[in-house]
């Protein structure tokens, strides 16, 4: 959910728009040359902007359904791979480990070899550990697939939005970011969808060492948005001209250029009005997508020790005064919140299918959310026992709502997943692409720290309610509100962060924060795996008091923005 905030931007109409137009105004120097952001904007916005904001769109959707799709598929897969709920805890974390270890690798590769290439490789490497996963005969090896899915996605994740910037001008940048952040809410009912259609399936293909079901389908069709994103890019997209421009490449830049302007107007390459391009001072002091380096540096950079050693410098302002504050803020906000939002999110496949299993089994029996879990595992811990002939008289009974005491059914081990966990996550889906569209409406007229603080301390209260409702429909409609308002509450920190820091810090503030943010969904996916079954109520009590606690954190937030030191590009 995270992806959705960050750098550059895109989209556009066919023709030229009044932005593109005022770019033609700027006078030109006698030899035709031009800064890159006057150059880019003479291009203006048309066709070629429309299919690269829907690549990049695609390739955004890509990161999201790799990060989440183990969380649908794991139900289902429970009986082959023998996987416990402490395993399915490991395995929906692990990728957000892999990304930790790949996102500065990634940045840094981008910077020196160019963000096509980037995009490209992992894109398509992630598909590589996808395949993996899909055939993997044992957890140990979903594990160290999940892993390198999530150290190769990161890459594209972070990389598309630079490089989406790139083929902007400063007017038409800001606009293009938006739209591509609803591709995310695109994501959240996709993948659902996804999984409605496929997991319930009924085969079996026999292969010499598993058994092809329709997890393992699943997971293959999960990787076909990466493999499309990365062979449209191929195919369809050029070299950033920022990128070439700043190694050097004058001509490359010059040339995408003029074919950009060509693909938006109709009008012949040659008729591009600019003759030769230039990178601005402001471009090389750094901006919203990071600092960029020059071109003479770019061989230094590509040690190790001089990359750790210019990550150092850029971070180390964030941590004295007068940033230490509002950096640790962010940072802790993002910690909390995505480990509330994508710790439950990862397990709701799970809770929702163990629901409906037990209502399958009790028909009428009104338990709260913890109640029927609780009484789920101990159904399948009697269908064990039983299968190995010992008496299960002396297994707790549950005292219904009705005042009879009833024992759990035994069941065994079960690969059913029922389709309704699927429907209720696409509404989820839907419900937070709705808090997207209701927060940009209401964000200018109330704030963005008032938008935290409301949305943090209903989330909370969300949260809280949960524990004591008794029916699907309610439960459902309680869990739109607490996922919707935690995630949707992670664009509007973002936005919030770009406002706290000066320009020359921005990109650095923003990844950092991130990354706290990932590491939050790797604790919050561990945590509710290992309560889930010790201690149930304690999910959602801790959960919904962290996120109150994110409301109380917003009144800290300073109302005015950090002063500009750097221009902006």
């Known amino acids: 959910m995270e992806a959705a905030a960050g750098g550059g931007g895109g989209g556009g109409g066919g023709g030229a728009t009044p932005e593109a137009a005022r770019g033609q105004d700027v006078e030109q120097p006698g030899d035709g040359s031009l800064d890159f952001e006057d150059a880019v904007a003479k291009t203006g916005q048309g066709w070629f902007h429309y299919k690269l904001q ?25 009986c082959d791979l023998e996987i416990s709920t402490a395993d399915k805890g490991i395995i929906n974390a692990v990728c957000y480990v892999g990304m930790l270890f790949g996102s500065h690798l990634w940045g840094f590769l981008a910077d020196t070899r160019g963000r096509r290439m980037v995009l490209m490789l992992t894109l398509l490497m992630d598909c590589v550990c996808t395949l993996v996963a899909a055939f993997a005969h044992a957890v140990w090896l979903l594990l160290v697939a999940r892993f390198f899915n999530g150290f190769f996605i990161c890459g594209s994740a972070a990389v598309l939005f630079a490089y989406l910037g790139e083929f902007h001008s400063d007017a038409t940048r800001a606009r293009a970011i938006v739209w591509l952040g609803i591709f995310v809410a695109f994501a959240t009912i996709l993948l659902p969808g996804l999984a409605w259609l496929v997991i319930p399936l009924d085969f079996e293909v026999a292969l010499p060492w598993i058994e092809f079901r329709s997890w393992r389908l699943f997971l293959l069709v999960c990787a076909l948005p990466g493999l499309t994103s990365a062979l449209l890019i191929r195919w369809l997209l050029p070299r950033s001209p920022k990128f070439s421009l700043l ?143 010992n008496s299960t008289d002396d297994w707790e009974l549950w005292l219904l709502p009705d005042g009879e005491m009833a024992s759990p059914a035994p069941v065994a081990c079960s690969n059913d997943v029922d389709v309704g966990a699927f429907k209720n996550t696409l509404i989820i ?19 963005k720290r008032n938008v935290l603080i409301g949305s943090m301390v209903t989330s909370g209260a969300a949260g809280m309610v949960l524990y ?68 149930c109520p304690s999910v959602f009590f801790v959960l919904a008091g962290v996120i109150f606690g994110c409301g109380f954190l917003g009144f800290l937030i300073p109302k005015h923005p950090a002063p500009e030191v750097m221009p902006i590009t």
């Open 54 to 78: 829907l690549i990049c769109g695609l390739g955004l959707m890509a990161t999201l359904v790799e990060m989440l799709s183990t969380g649908y598929a794991l139900p289902a897969a429970q």
């Open 429 to 447: 889906g839907g419900a937070t692409a709705l808090a997207y569209i209701l927060a940009g409406y209401c964000v200018n007229h109330v704030g």
């Open 247 to 389: 190694i050097g490449d004058q001509g490359e830049a010059l040339d995408t250029l003029r074919d950009i302007y060509a693909t938006n107007t109709g009008n012949s390459p040659d008729s591009y009005p600019v003759k030769a391009v230039r990178l601005g001072l402001a471009a090389r002091r750094g901006s919203r997508l990071g600092p960029t380096p020059d071109p003479g540096t770019l061989k230094a950079r590509k040690s190790a020790f001089a990359l750790l050693g210019n990550m150092v410098r850029q971070t180390m302002p964030l941590f004295r005064r007068p940033h230490l504050g509002p950096n640790l803020l962010a940072c802790a906000l993002e910690f909390a919140i995505l480990c509330c939002a994508n710790g439950l999110l990862l397990w709701l496949p799970e809770i929702f299918n163990r629901l409906s299993q037990y209502d399958a089994m009790n028909p009428g029996h009104g338990l709260s959310v913890c109640q029927a879990i609780e009484a789920h595992g101990l159904a399948v811990a009697n269908g064990s026992a039983s299968a190995a002939g």
């Open 468 to 535: 004591f409702m008794t029916t699907p429909d309610t439960v459902l409609g309680v869990t739109c509100v607490f996922i919707g308002l935690a995630t949707m509450c992670v664009s509007v920190v973002n936005s919030i962060v770009v406002e706290l820091f000066p320009t020359n810090l921005r990109a650095m503030a923003v990844c950092l924060s991130l990354m706290c943010g990932r590491l939050g969904t790797v604790v919050g996916s561990l945590l509710v795996g290992s309560l889930l079954e010790l201690s």
